[in-house]
């Protein structure tokens, strides 16, 4: 009865659950949220009441303790409905509590986590800076110690729950920045919170292409003071963490592709039988079987491959690095042909808002570049495979 | 006091459109659909849930409360089961079947040796299976255990003292309140899940349930996995024998496309002359 796609008897319960939350209370909202830019916060609370928020993070916190598999299928459930509001999703049950469970003290967790966990406060996490994308090592916002205090300096860009309205900043974040001096190679992480001082939104971006139904923002932190106990493990441990999180992040991104390409090849399937064109089906054409047909089996490889990586994920150890970059180079590049091709097979009502496929097509775009560009997983990836002579 | 619920999987109601009949009208098909509970066998559960809860606190039973739920079916139904004991229920019993082997007949006979073992209180159940809408177990078991019953239910109010219930019963131009001797069967309506339809004399009169069946929280989907689930053959029950031979499926008649009329007196015209209707 179990499979690849659900391990257990309680990864299927919760694909189930989640499947219909998803489709009784998330698509109803989805295309207006994506319409008007906006984040839907009491819906994130509902989904809070599911008790997923803190898919990943330990009971003792009001987590559920649940593993990679989990993490994949909540996420590829909620974008199959709606990537946007996944996106929020991710960012804090992955970004921020996933990363603060796996790489906080115990302290840390006990103050944080478990309004995470219930969605009391929504966190995000800070990475990416104007200045530094892909470089993240470059990134140039500053830590300094002054007693009992850091004292951060810079700005972020791209945060993903940076805000929850266009003028509100979000509650709490992981930020990453470098002590004064130090090198390169050594980052340190920060937890802050709204009404930390010196702790501003700089701006909430517009006019985003896709995943609009999740805010983006910039944060600024102008002599941002930050309690010492708010240091996550040492300075200077941080490029550690970064890299463990970005594993799951990405098989969470590679999901969210996933849920998409399924959409779309529904809707793509079902419009190939209804639809007539010189009085046939347009499933009897051949170029359109191919639409379909090419989407299916990438679909499956894509979903495959996932799942697979999932199983081999160890959330608390690095070290999926090859295939948690290889799932999501697959990945996000398929949902987004499917998506095109599910356009194309619909035609001129596949360009517009009706049919779904139009705003999953905008939003799988973002698959490509948030979490890492494609390009970044094919320099991470060949990287890695320079030391393996064989492959398994 | 305690509750039995009995479940049916069915095909995805949400897709019936797509239900197809094989080739000489010898079966519906419904390759391809998914699994799904009968919608009115998940309000059933949560009817049941509310019974024997506070609603301030849905994850707990009351002291000596419980809720059963049994299903006949393929083993893979079992998973419809630990759904039920995500949602709250303490304890599942699969009888493995299939399908084609059971009636309502036979199911209803099946149900009276469920209640003979597990002696519940109450039985609660969905008016119908949305797959065949027979509409005719809970009558039937009713009727084989000589209980009283209410179909329909669209409110449920236990007594005080857990004796008797009143229940509500939507009917044209109003609504018929029964009162029923424990123990006895009721078949529930969508209603039964509107946000004040359960009175237990617990949950505080202010509060109001979320419109539906509820989902499942994660740590109960965890916690479900210690509920016991026993399984065991139909054949255990000691019941068999379908009365019921299905003749022949059809699908219903294409419907006709409407159409469009410009303006009032057109409306008029066509259904004194067309309709018939004036
Ligand atoms: C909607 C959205 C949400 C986001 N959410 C978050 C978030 O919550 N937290 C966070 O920290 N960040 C977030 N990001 C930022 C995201 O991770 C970055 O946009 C991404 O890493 C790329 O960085 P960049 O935009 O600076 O592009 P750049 O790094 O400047 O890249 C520009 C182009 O150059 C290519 N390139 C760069 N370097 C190389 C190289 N060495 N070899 C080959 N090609 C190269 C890139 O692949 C890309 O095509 C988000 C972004 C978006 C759009």
Same mark, same amino acid.
């Given at each position: 009865m179990d499979d690849l796609f659900n391990p257990t008897s309680e990864h299927r319960t919760l694909?189930?659950?989640?499947?219909?939350?998803?489709?009784?209370?998330?698509?109803?909202?989805?295309?207006?949220?994506?319409?008007?830019?906006?984040?839907?916060?009491?819906?994130?609370?509902?989904?809070?009441?599911?008790?997923?928020?803190?898919?990943?993070?330990?009971?003792?916190?009001?987590?559920?303790?649940?593993?990679?598999?989990?993490?994949?299928?909540?996420?590829?459930?909620?974008?199959?409905?709606?990537?946007?509001?996944?996106?929020?999703?991710?960012?804090?049950?992955?970004?921020?509590?996933?990363?603060?469970?796996?790489?906080?003290?115990?302290?840390?967790?006990?103050?944080?986590?478990?309004?995470?966990?219930?969605?009391?406060?929504?966190?995000?996490?800070?990475?990416?800076?104007?200045?530094?994308?892909?470089?993240?090592?470059?990134?140039?916002?500053?830590?300094?110690?002054?007693?009992?205090?850091?004292?951060?300096?810079?700005?972020?860009?791209?945060?993903?729950?940076?805000?929850?309205?266009?003028?509100?900043?979000?509650?709490?974040?992981?930020?990453?920045?470098?002590?004064?001096?130090?090198?390169?190679?050594?980052?340190?992480?920060?937890?802050?919170?709204?009404?930390?001082?010196?702790?501003?939104?700089?701006?909430?971006?517009?006019? @985003?292409?896709?995943?609009?139904?999740?805010?983006?923002?910039?944060?600024?932190?102008?002599?941002?003071?930050?309690?010492?106990?708010?240091?996550?493990?040492?300075?200077?441990?941080?490029?550690?963490?970064?890299?463990?999180?970005?594993?799951?992040?990405?098989?969470?991104?590679?999901?969210?592709?996933?849920?998409?390409?399924?959409?779309?090849?529904?809707?793509?399937?079902?419009?190939?039988?209804?639809? @007539?064109?010189?009085?046939?089906?347009?499933?009897?054409?051949?170029?359109?079987?191919?639409?379909?047909a090419e989407s299916y089996a990438e679909y499956m490889a894509g979903r495959t491959y996932t799942y697979w990586a999932a199983s081999k994920l160890d959330l608390d150890k690095p070290g999926g690095r090859l295939d948690s970059d290889g799932v999501k180079l697959y990945c996000s590049t398929m949902a987004k042909n499917v998506a095109d091709r599910a356009i194309q097979t619909l035609g001129g009502y596949g360009y517009v808002g009706e049919y779904r496929v139009e705003r999953l097509w905008r939003d799988a775009k973002l698959l490509e570049i948030g979490g890492g560009t494609i390009e970044a997983h094919q320099k991470n990836m060949t990287r890695e495979l320079a030391r393996t002579e064989k492959l398994p | 006091m305690k509750i039995l619920v009995p479940l049916k999987r069915t095909a995805d109601p949400d897709n019936a459109n797509k239900i197809k009949i094989a080739p000489g009208g010898a079966k519906v098909v419904t390759d391809g659909l998914e699994p799904k509970p009968n919608p009115f066998d998940e309000y059933a559960v949560e009817s049941a849930l509310r019974l024997t809860e506070n609603g301030t606190n849905p994850k707990a039973r009351l002291a000596g409360d419980s809720v059963v739920v049994a299903t006949f079916g393929a083993k893979e139904a079992s998973q419809t089961l630990r759904q039920a004991l995500a949602m709250g229920a303490d304890s599942g019993l699969l009888f493995e079947a299939s399908d084609e082997n059971l009636d309502g007949d036979l199911v209803a006979r099946a149900l009276a040796k469920v209640v003979e073992r597990e002696k519940p209180d109450l039985v609660v159940m969905g008016k119908q299976a949305v797959d065949g809408d027979s509409n005719q177990v809970g009558q039937i078991l009713a009727e084989r255990?000589?209980?009283?019953?209410?179909?329909?239910?669209?409110?449920?109010?236990?007594?005080? $003292?857990?004796?008797?219930?009143?229940?509500?019963?939507?009917? $044209?131009?109003?609504?018929?309140?029964?009162?029923?001797?424990?123990?006895? *069967?009721?078949?529930?309506?969508?209603?039964? *899940?509107?946000?004040?339809?359960?009175?237990?004399?617990?949950?505080?009169?202010?509060?109001?349930?979320?419109?539906?069946?509820?989902?499942?929280?994660?740590?109960?989907?965890?916690?479900?996995?210690?509920?016991?689930?026993?399984?065991?053959?139909?054949?255990?029950?000691?019941?068999?024998? *379908?009365k019921t031979s299905y003749v022949k499926f059809e699908a219903p008649p294409a419907r006709k496309a409407g159409i469009k009329v410009k303006d009032v007196p057109e409306l008029v015209q066509r259904l004194r002359a067309e309709a018939k209707a004036l």
């Open positions: 694909r189930q659950t989640i499947r219909s939350f998803a489709e009784k209370e998330i698509e109803p909202q989805a295309a207006e949220h994506d319409r008007l830019e906006k984040f839907n916060h009491a819906l994130f609370r509902k989904v809070g009441e599911l008790g997923i928020l803190g898919l990943t993070v330990d009971p003792q916190y009001q987590g559920a303790g649940m593993d990679a598999a989990a993490v994949a299928l909540a996420h590829e459930e909620l974008s199959a409905v709606d990537p946007g509001f996944a996106l929020a999703f991710l960012a804090h049950t992955l970004l921020f509590a996933n990363n603060l469970s796996v790489n906080g003290s115990d302290a840390q967790k006990q103050r944080y986590l478990p309004d995470a966990c219930t969605g009391a406060r929504i966190g995000g996490m800070c990475m990416s800076e104007p200045g530094a994308g892909t470089d993240v090592l470059g990134l140039r916002t500053t830590a300094v110690r002054k007693g009992d205090r850091y004292v951060l300096n810079g700005a972020k860009m791209w945060i993903t729950n940076g805000a929850v309205s266009d003028t509100e900043l979000g509650d709490m974040f992981l930020v990453y920045a470098r002590m004064e001096g130090a090198p390169r190679s050594k980052l340190s992480m920060f937890i802050v919170e709204k009404g930390f001082k010196g702790f501003s939104l700089g701006q909430k971006i517009k006019d @985003k292409l896709g995943m609009r139904a999740s805010t983006t923002a910039e944060l600024v932190f102008e002599d941002c003071e930050v309690p010492v106990e708010n240091l996550v493990g040492e300075e200077g441990d941080a490029t550690v963490h970064m890299m463990r999180n970005l594993e799951i992040e990405r098989l969470g991104l590679a999901a969210m592709s996933l849920g998409i390409a399924r959409r779309c090849i529904e809707v793509m399937n079902r419009y190939a039988t209804d639809r @007539k064109s010189f009085g046939q089906p347009l499933r009897d054409f051949g170029q359109i079987q191919r639409h379909i | 255990l000589g209980w009283p019953s209410a179909t329909f239910a669209m409110s449920i109010e236990l007594s005080q $003292d857990k004796k008797s219930v009143i229940v509500g019963r939507e009917v $044209d131009g109003g609504v018929i309140k029964l009162k029923l001797a424990l123990p006895a *069967v009721i078949t529930v309506d969508l209603r039964i *899940v509107a946000p004040k339809s359960i009175t237990n004399h617990v949950t505080p009169q202010t509060h109001n349930y979320q419109e539906g069946a509820r989902y499942a929280p994660l740590p109960m989907i965890m916690a479900a996995k210690k509920k016991p689930l026993a399984e065991a053959p139909f054949a255990s029950l000691g019941v068999e024998g *379908v």
